[in-house]
């Protein structure tokens, strides 16, 4: 036990320099910019000194080891500052759009999982076969499909030929949102309220988006659930399972599968970098009022601040998953040592 | 021991173009999966390669014609893929749009191979605080997710190739950076190194004749795969409106000028941009891997 | 007892079934700024302050019919420079606040000090307002102007509510209101606001003028044009207004389900010049450019035939217009152009390279398709080479001030309904700065003076006519063409009124 606790508090010790780094990187890369961002920012009447008056408010008029010094205080107070275009602060938009980034995000995680997992676990139990070489085609081609061109196929197919499902949005027109908005996750938001018919109305809307997200990730996994099975099937355990007699499908499914998941598991702590990524364009092409289309948004409108912020959030974020998925693979799998 | 000729090292277990005949010549008879998907991929690459290079041979019509054809024609007749809203040969646009996306990707991949794998020889090779620095900065890098680093560089830097092709290039770095250093650790662990080391062989000759061939191997299938993410990053790019200013034709582009025709029906407009982006992709990809799977068993049996 | 009250309720519910409000879900894909009359200078927002507010003057729905407003009267002195405004009695405010003469002050004080954009539509004709006595105003304005009482009916000069909005900062969301909502005089409230998604007005009981008919107006915002299509086939909303992709327009006029109102935009699409120092001070290279635009085609080309090309700056529909000297220039005159260009020296080994800059995110996306289509008849003349540039819009006008574009798209709404305001902001020489223009002419200016002092409608067409035809020479701008707006409606819904203002006014829709 002290030996985890020992793992465990240098893993967190270690998320700190990494953080650092990655908000750095934010930093540098915000400061990349040809020419002065407060001039891109402001209008025809912008007088000389109103410039310098922004320039001094945003501390843009400092050397640039102050203005880093300032940008990690900032940060450490969780202050991300304000918006240079619209009177308001910057973690104001990002807190009302964080949360259907996230509903949207896990839904297709969920439906990448549950694609992915049991097809890799089929697969490699009917190695060689017919249904394992398009199994392992299908992984491959779903991961070259742009996460924009499958949903743009999906609305075509499900919401312009055939009328079925919605193309945009997480609400319908006739439904009001700040009806039952508490949370921001909709779909917990319209069950507190008991609001089926609401709730219908959000789970369908997030069905072509969650498919999109899905089905380009389900490859990725199916491989990897493939190519682990593949491994735990050949071991010990398997063997020692399949003597005692136990019925193949608890073998398979049960025990190999179960070693099989913790692999998977890390991986998809990496693959969450590929998950936001794939948000970002699913959001764009579905006019989902999240994290990625408001980062599309602010930069189109050169506020800084607001685009900074929400970088910062994104390197939190990684940095935090990353951090639970090392601990969780640490606490379940035995092979770890500590 | 200063004079220790070269020629009296042990030897390098076999070089990579042995590796690569000699798998080549067994490939027929091992006649697996691997091998007809890495025949799939190197046809499709060399398809692209072809028409990037050649594209008057696949279309004799201008891209950038506006009056190639009746506006929106659905495919068929002359107009293969038919035509976009302005009356330009969809064909024709996707034959020299690979240029754009191919060049972009291809000229990526290289500024991040040039970058990572000296890189990431130099720290696997040297080691200490060199090492774990750096190490730690291409970790956390590499965590992020490429396309919102190289979302804000654009945004940032504006549009224009170089541009887009540096923002493009930047998230890929650390990938080669790992793979190298990963690599060279574990091959300088290795008992012929050890020997040559022993010998008097200097540091340069070491990560010359027996570290750097070998690396080579992995790397290209890295760089083959890598092309197909740059690919799709390039095209990411494009689509949001990041990527190159108007004038050069563009998949990506065309993909979010044609998605405002779907509804009214006008479906090739965005069918085939896709279809190429994937195609092209999953060339690469197919070739990458199906490379690694044969070179790879050759490389544990050292 | 029981059965008493069942027979009670069993009469009330049918009452219950009227008193349910009539709701309009209005769609669209315009954004609001900022609600706030200092800032804000877009077409959407300035919609909103047209309804949840009014100005001392108003134009009868539909019309431009310029009649008081707020106002019960206005008079002007004999030079033309001293306007007298009396507010009609008993105005209030939607929450019974109010409103008198040292409100009105206040708030075109206001816009004033916060020096947001729109202050240049008061500071730049008006010098001073004076509170005679609660109901009297006084504008003493820097010069005189025939058609400032036009100008009085935009919203910088709409009055703002002293006790909600703060008097030093400009405001963004209703939220940072104090009481947390907007406070007007207008024919409907804003009951609720959450940006990009929906707006909700309800009617004014305390509106001075004709009341709404549909109790409840909820605006729908949509990302893009292809969901706000959808959504109009669907019937999930009952209005679909700006804007719809060109594609769709065709698709939802042939729509035998869908009423469909065309209205002559009011908005211009031009070519700008940088012409003091680019390489087109030379108004010969720019007339050869005017030469070359072939704008029935580009329109065909990039909005399958919608809009109506232009051929003066003063737009189709106003008085004042005058289409004879570009009309006589013509369209895609290859020859004229190549006559210019060989003139100045180009050829076709050197031929005259420029960057055509065009802006991506404020027009809408059909607008890298405009400028490639524009590039393709510049260089029908051989003589010519051109680069496509673009930026975003905040860029973009930084780099018309610092002069960095050359030749540039840009699009033009009113401020106010008068030729002047189509002309004289562009190329008088004080005025021309604004946009990056930097034209300036004594002859021109000579005619905007003419045209500003008069105010016998004769005197100023012949101005116009002069200014007119001395443009196609010099060619400052370009003119290209003119929007058309589309505004479709399911069956039920009537009362669509935008006149040539385009100031669309909810209390006159009807929903069946």
Redesign the interface.
């Known amino acids: 036990m002290k030996n985890l606790m020992r793992y465990l508090g240098m893993r967190l010790l270690l998320t700190i320099p990494m953080l650092l780094i990655l908000l750095t990187v934010v930093f540098i890369v915000m400061r990349v910019i040809p020419g002065d961002p407060v001039s891109a920012m402001l209008g025809d009447h912008a007088p000389v000194k109103f410039v310098a008056e922004k320039k001094h408010e945003l501390g843009l008029d400092k050397p640039i080891w102050e203005q880093y010094i300032d940008y990690l205080a900032q940060l450490s107070r969780f202050d991300l500052g304000r918006s240079m275009i619209l009177q308001e602060a910057v973690t104001a938009p990002i807190l009302e759009k964080l949360p259907a980034t996230i509903e949207l995000t896990l839904t297709g995680l969920l439906v990448a999982l549950g694609i992915g997992i049991p097809l890799g676990a089929w697969a490699a139990k009917n190695r060689r076969s017919v249904g394992d070489f398009t199994a392992r085609l299908y992984g491959n081609i779903v991961y070259c499909i742009p996460f924009f061109w499958m949903g743009l196929i999906l609305q075509m197919i499900f919401g312009v030929a055939f009328d079925w499902l919605p193309i945009a949005g997480r609400v319908g027109s006739r439904v009001m949102s700040s009806d039952f908005d508490q949370t921001g996750f909709y779909l917990v938001d319209t069950l507190l309220k008991a609001d089926l018919k609401a709730f219908t109305d959000v789970a369908i809307h997030l069905i072509l988006p969650a498919l999109t997200l899905g089905i380009t990730l389900s490859g990725i996994f199916l491989r990897l659930t493939r190519a682990n099975m593949l491994d735990s099937l050949k071991s010990d355990f398997v063997l020692a399972a399949r003597a005692r007699g136990l019925p193949e499908g608890k073998v398979v499914y049960g025990h190999a599968l179960g070693n099989a998941f913790v692999p998977v598991l890390t991986m998809l702590g990496l693959q969450f970098a590929v998950l936001l990524s794939g948000a970002i364009l699913t959001e764009t092409t579905f006019s989902w009022p999240g994290m990625g289309r408001l980062l599309l948004e602010r930069i189109y409108l050169r506020d800084y601040p607001t685009v900074q912020g929400i970088i910062v959030i994104f390197a939190l974020f990684v940095s935090v998953i990353s951090l639970l998925v090392d601990i969780i693979h640490a606490l379940i799998d035995p092979r770890v040592k500590y | 021991m200063k004079n220790t000729r070269v020629s009296q090292l042990p030897p390098s277990p076999g070089g990579l173009l042995n590796r690569a005949l000699h798998a080549f010549s067994t490939a027929g008879k091992t006649y697996g999966a691997e091998w007809y998907i890495l025949l799939v991929g190197l046809f499709i690459v060399v398809f692209m390669i072809f028409m990037t290079a050649f594209p008057w041979l696949f279309t004799s019509f201008n891209p950038s014609d506006q009056d190639a054809g009746p506006q929106l024609a659905a495919p068929g007749g002359i107009h293969l893929m038919g035509t976009d809203n302005l009356g330009r040969d969809i064909w024709a646009r996707m034959v020299w749009g690979a240029q754009t996306i191919l060049g972009v990707a291809f000229a990526a991949a290289l500024i991040s191979s040039l970058i990572g794998i000296p890189l990431g020889l130099l720290s696997g090779f040297v080691g200490g605080p060199l090492d774990r620095v750096l190490s730690l900065t291409m970790d956390s890098v590499y965590s992020f997710p490429g396309l919102i680093l190289a979302i804000a560089f654009a945004a940032m830097m504006g549009p224009g190739v170089v541009n887009i092709t540096l923002a493009v290039a930047v998230i890929y770095i650390p990938t080669y950076y790992r793979l190298v250093r990963g690599q060279t650790i574990s091959i300088r662990e290795e008992l012929y190194v050890e020997a040559a080391q022993v010998l008097g062989a200097k540091r340069w000759t070491i990560l010359g004749r027996y570290i750097f061939p070998n690396v080579i191997a992995t790397t290209v299938v890295v760089f083959s795969v890598n092309i197909a993410d740059a690919i799709m990053t390039e095209a990411a790019l494009s689509y949001i409106g990041l990527g190159l200013p108007a004038g050069m034709p563009d998949w990506g582009m065309d993909l979010s000028m044609g998605k405002k025709f779907l509804p009214s029906g006008s479906w090739w407009l965005i069918t085939f941009p896709g279809m190429m982006i994937m195609t092209l992709a999953l060339g690469f990809t197919l070739l990458g891997e199906g490379l690694a799977e044969i070179l790879n068993p050759k490389l544990l049996e050292r | 007892m029981k059965k008493i009250a069942a027979i009670l309720l069993a009469a009330l519910l049918p009452l219950a079934a009227f008193a349910a409000p009539s709701t309009l879900?209005y769609?669209t894909t315009e954004k609001l700024t900022?609600l706030d009359t200092g800032s804000s200078w877009d077409f959407h927002t300035w919609e909103f302050f047209q309804n949840i507010s009014e100005g001392l003057m108003t134009y009868t729905p539909g019309t431009t019919n310029l009649v008081p407003g707020l106002a019960e009267k206005l008079t002007a002195n004999a030079k033309g420079d001293e306007y007298t405004v009396v507010l009609r009695k008993g105005l209030k405010f939607s929450n019974g606040d109010v409103l008198d003469a040292n409100v009105m002050k206040w708030s075109i004080d206001r816009v004033v000090a916060l020096?947001?954009?729109p202050?240049?539509l008061i500071s730049s004709y008006v010098d001073n307002v004076t509170v005679k006595d609660a109901q009297t105003l006084v504008f003493k304005l820097k010069l005189p102007a025939g058609y400032f009482p036009a100008l009085l009916a935009t919203p910088p000069y709409f009055p703002t509510n002293p006790k909600v909005y703060p008097a030093d900062?400009?405001?963004?969301?209703p939220t940072?209101l104090t009481g947390g909502a907007y406070v007007g005089v207008g024919a409907y409230k804003l009951v609720?606001y959450?940006r990009?998604?929906?707006a909700v007005f309800e009617k004014n009981p305390n509106f001075h003028g004709e009341a709404g008919k549909v109790d409840r107006v909820t605006i729908?915002y949509?990302?893009?044009?292809?969901?706000l299509?959808?959504?109009l086939?669907?019937g999930?909303?009952d209005l679909a207004y700006k804007s719809l992709?060109p594609?769709?327009i065709?698709?939802e006029q042939k729509n035998a389900k869908v009423n469909t109102i065309k209205l002559d935009g009011a908005q211009i699409r031009y070519l700008a010049f940088e012409n003091s120092q680019s390489v087109f001070k030379d108004k010969n290279l720019r007339l050869a450019l005017a030469y070359l635009v072939n704008r029935q085609e580009l329109l065909?080309?990039?909005y399958?035939g919608q809009n109506k090309p232009l051929y003066s700056m003063i737009p189709n529909g106003m008085w004042g217009q005058d289409t004879g000297p570009y009309k006589a220039l013509g369209d895609a005159q290859v020859g004229k152009a190549d006559a210019l260009l060989k003139a100045a020296g180009f050829t076709a080994a050197k031929p005259f390279a420029f960057d055509l800059w065009y802006t991506?995110?404020h027009y809408g996306?059909a607008e890298?398709?405009q400028?490639?289509?524009l590039k393709?008849q510049l260089e029908k003349s051989t003589l010519i080479k051109v680069?496509?540039?673009?930026?975003?819009?905040?860029?973009y006008?930084?780099q018309w001030?610092n002069k960095q574009m050359a030749v540039y798209l840009l699009g033009w709404y009113p401020d106010y309904i008068d030729p002047d305001d189509y002309t004289a902001v562009f190329a008088r020489t004080e005025d021309s700065v604004?946009?990056g223009i930097n034209y300036s002419s004594k002859e021109m200016d000579a005619l905007f003076a003419k045209e500003g002092a008069a105010s016998d409608i004769a005197v100023r067409t012949a101005a116009f006519k002069q200014i007119q035809a001395l443009w196609a020479k010099e060619n400052p701008t370009i003119p290209l063409w003119q929007g058309d707006l589309y505004v479709f409606t399911q069956k039920n819904v009537g009362g669509v009124k935008i006149g040539p203002t385009l100031i669309f006014n909810y209390n006159q829709l009807t929903i069946k």
């Open positions: 879900v769609g900022d020096k947001g954009d202050e240049s900062k400009l405001v963004h969301d940072e609720s959450k990009d998604q929906e729908r949509y990302a893009d044009s292809t969901t299509r959808l959504a086939d669907k999930e909303i992709n594609a769709d065709v698709d065909q080309k990039v399958l991506t995110s996306d890298v398709n400028a490639e289509v393709a680069t496509l540039k673009s930026a975003e819009w905040a860029t006008k930084t001030k604004g946009m």
